[in-house]
């Protein structure tokens, strides 16, 4: 693929700036150009040099793009399609990130843009939004899915491949009918799942508050995401509503049965659910035949006082051993431990054990 490419973005929050960040980093000699209502977004994308020009209007500023990303709210996705129809090149491959696909694809057919689209969606985010929270490193080794129109040419789906390779992300084609599914069934429920656990112990919680003020390790953790944007989630819920309500109804009929083995105290079959779940959810970080890496890490016990942490992370780097994230966890209900350190390679595990166990550390 050439490297002078110039790329267009169409909304510049936390997907879009993670992406124009990637591409800056990894092709210099690429010119970015991005619109956003959000001028503050833009002013500070072109400050930090990730854009080579702001634009104030969708203008035919764009007609020079090889690639055009389309990062705003899927709500818009229809009234800038036909803002940009007028001023795209037949040339210009066109794509978008968001989690719903069939939306977008009957967007394009209805544009008569499908022999320039591949859809794209990017297995990445964060609870928090917006261009200044982007970083380039939001894209490493994580899935890019990939959806192209069947009227699109192998080789621009070949090139695009190679362009989402170079910023660290794994490309993945899919229909975009079973990414829709797919999607709904390990990401969309999930949260739906985690925002109703919410409101649940909100619900139940005494005057006290006594269920929000112990709320840690387990329930924080599969409740994370419900910190995540409610209008991009309401969205989601509009646009994909027929495979989450099916895929919803299902979970609903599998929690009346565990319910019922509760109730009827079925000792057999709770201990069958519980490690059927544990086992394959084990399968996950220890499959092989996926290119993402598993976490390399340990945990410690230190004590939580000031100057803790700074010593484990000193004692390490004394001996060479590279963090690649460090915290303190402030309860032990899921697992031993208080110091969560990660590394980049298996070796370095067995390295720092070796040396943290030698001054008294105790390791899990």
Not at 236 to 256: A, F, G, P
């Amino acid at each position: 693929m050439k490297q002078d490419f110039t790329c267009g973005f169409i909304g510049l929050g936390l997907i879009g700036g993670s992406i124009a960040r990637a591409i800056r980093q990894n092709h210099p000699c690429s010119r970015l150009l991005a619109y956003d209502i959000n001028q503050t977004a833009l002013d500070a994308a072109y400050k930090d040099g990730v854009i080579d020009m702001p634009l104030h209007a969708i203008g035919e500023e764009i007609s020079c793009c090889d690639y055009l990303f389309l990062c705003a709210p899927v709500s818009e996705n229809d009234h800038n399609l036909s803002r940009i129809k007028k001023y795209l090149s037949p040339a210009c491959l066109l794509t978008d990130v968001g989690s719903v696909k069939t939306d977008i694809h009957r967007h394009i057919e209805r544009a008569h843009l499908s022999r320039q689209f591949i859809g794209g969606h990017p297995m990445a985010g964060s609870e928090r939004t917006g261009y200044l929270n982007s970083k380039a490193l939001l894209l490493e080794n994580i899935y890019y899915i990939l959806t192209p129109s069947k009227e699109v040419c192998e080789e621009q789906v070949l090139n695009f491949q190679e362009l989402i390779r170079s910023l660290g992300a794994i490309p993945l084609i899919l229909p975009y009918e079973q990414h829709d599914y797919v999607t709904a069934a390990v990401s969309h429920l999930p949260h739906v799942v985690a925002a109703s656990l919410v409101h649940l112990i909100k619900n139940s919680d005494s005057e006290t508050g006594i269920m929000k003020m112990i709320a840690a390790g387990g329930f924080k953790d599969i409740t994370r995401i419900a910190s995540s944007s409610p209008v991009m989630w309401q969205q989601i819920c509009l646009t994909n509503k027929e495979n989450i309500t099916t895929l919803l109804q299902d979970y609903i009929t599998s929690l009346q049965q565990i319910k019922a083995a509760i109730d009827q105290a079925a000792s057999e079959e709770l201990y069958h659910f519980f490690d059927g779940a544990r086992s394959y959810r084990d399968s996950f970080a220890e499959s092989s035949s996926g290119p993402i890496k598993k976490s390399f890490s340990l945990r410690i016990d230190i004590a939580d006082e000031p100057g803790a942490l700074a010593a484990v992370a000193t004692l390490l780097a004394l001996h060479q051993i590279s963090i690649k994230n460090i915290g303190i966890t402030h309860n032990r209900e899921q697992a031993e431990g208080v110091l969560n350190v990660e590394f980049y390679q298996e070796e370095s595990i067995k390295a720092a054990s070796a040396i943290l166990s030698a001054r008294g550390y105790t390791i899990y």
